[in-house]
């Protein structure tokens, strides 16, 4: 019976040692990632090779940007709101539905103005290349036509 504990007793030390000398160190940066001021943002740092003054203000740029960002999310979530509210009153295109789709219209447009601005912004903050690098990916992932286009097609419904 003690050798059994002794067994188990020396495979659990074994496990320990193992987490301790391959998982530790395997995710030792990204959990000091979790750790820094900004862990949003260390994948810029890393994938554009920024120094600490362009990471500063590629931080600065973002802190400015947020709250310009959380207002504007909240403007159009609103008109959203108002959109669907006159949608679900009538089954007729309405001026007023009309009105409030171009309102919502314009308010994505001025997002995607400000969004824009910020992306230019911050792209001064890189090297030249790291910079045009950047603003490629962000382009591509946000601004571009089709970006808003579903990835599956429709469900067919039955008739």
Known sequence: MKRLWLILLGGVVAGLIAYACIYLPATSVQRSV?????PELAWLKNEYHLIDT????VAQLHDAYLPK???MCRRIDDQNAKVQQLLAATNTVSPEIKEALGDAARLRAECETAMLQ?????????????GKRYLAWVQ???LLPGQMVPTKPPMKMDK
């Open 34 to 38: 979790e750790q820094s001021a900004y």
């Open 54 to 57: 362009q990471f500063a203000q």
């Open 69 to 71: 960002c959380a207002e």
């Open 118 to 130: 910020h992306f230019y912004e911050t792209s001064r903050a890189m090297t030249h290349d790291a």
């Open 140 to 142: 591509s992932q946000t």
